[in-house]
């Protein structure tokens, strides 16, 4: 859980400040994956 909200810290941090759009979106598959695997954790 800590890791999906330091990707949404890092996200909000990248769209503040005009990050180019890839590193962005970079991140947001990150946290997609991460939040995939924790559901399939929980399913278990």
């Known amino acids: 859980m800590a890791a ?3 990707k949404d ?3 909000a941090l990248l769209e503040k400040s005009r990050a180019p759009r890839e590193e962005i979106d970079t ?8 939040m995939r695997k924790l559901k399939q954790e929980n399913e278990r």
């Open 27 to 34: 991140i947001r598959r990150h946290k997609d994956a991460l």
């Open 9 to 11: 810290a890092h996200l």
């Open 4 to 6: 999906i909200a330091e």
